[in-house]
């Protein structure tokens, strides 16, 4: 079964020097955590990912020169193996599209608690995506507004599952249980977890029956 490995190494992107700072300073003091630089816009962080491997980013986005949105764009281009956590202090609906769109695998206000950020560090470094309440219930709304809109169905509506998240598909569609498929990948069981609700999620459905029977109907599984 996966284990955690013995650091994660993050790189904190943000025009704000004091934010950096302060960040930097909260997560070096946790054990498996390692500040592998700073950044204060995209293209400095783009420049730093040729020389030094990151596990996860911390992606502000709004910034000069090269926003967080291209920025993450760049980043899952070129490096894919890197996580990406946006760090903004907006909920607009189009920060929260465009950083999804990118490829972001989790978003957060700048609001948020020092503590549940590391938690969203140590998901998404396992390969898991993190969406705090709020926002997961803003995204389903938008992505439900958009297919009424367009009169679309939501594979046409450009609804997406990481390859992580098709496995985990397959896998309840096999009937397999939460241990099961952590064995089978080489992932914890809270990983499953997370990728089941994100699952759920995506689909806007409200079980593992639902998801199987949606995710048939979408051409996702025979």
């Known amino acids: ?18 934010l950096r700072d302060t960040l930097r ?11 592998v630089g700073t950044c204060s816009n995209g293209r400095e962080a783009l420049e730093l990912l040729q020389q030094v491997p990151v596990d996860v980013v911390l992606m502000d986005v709004d910034m000069p020169e ?5 920025a993450t764009q760049a980043i899952k281009q070129d490096h894919p193996g890197t996580r990406v956590v946006a760090l903004t202090a907006y909920d607009q609906d189009e920060t929260l599209l465009g950083m999804m769109a990118a490829g972001s695998d989790g978003f957060c206000l700048k609001t948020i608690d020092v503590s549940t950020l590391i938690q969203a560090i140590h998901w998404v470094a396992q390969g898991a995506t993190y969406l705090p309440p709020e926002i997961n219930l803003r ?14 169905s939501p594979e046409q509506a450009g609804i997406s599952l990481t390859a992580r998240e098709q496995e985990i598909l397959q896998g309840i569609a096999q009937g397999l249980s939460n241990s099961e498929m952590a064995e089978l990948h080489a992932i914890s069981v809270n990983t499953v977890r997370c990728h089941v609700k994100n ?7 409200h079980d593992r029956l639902q998801a199987v029977r949606k995710a048939k109907h979408m051409g996702w599984l025979k």
């Open 1 to 18: 079964m996966g284990v955690f490995p013995s650091f994660i190494r993050v790189l904190i992107v943000d025009d704000h020097a004091l």
């Open 25 to 35: 300073e909260r997560l070096e003091d946790e054990a498996d955590l390692q500040v």
């Open 66 to 70: 090269l926003d967080g949105i291209a």
């Open 139 to 152: 995204l389903r709304q938008l992505m439900q507004r958009s297919w009424q809109g367009m009169g679309s």
């Open 199 to 205: 699952i759920l999620t995506k689909l806007d459905v």
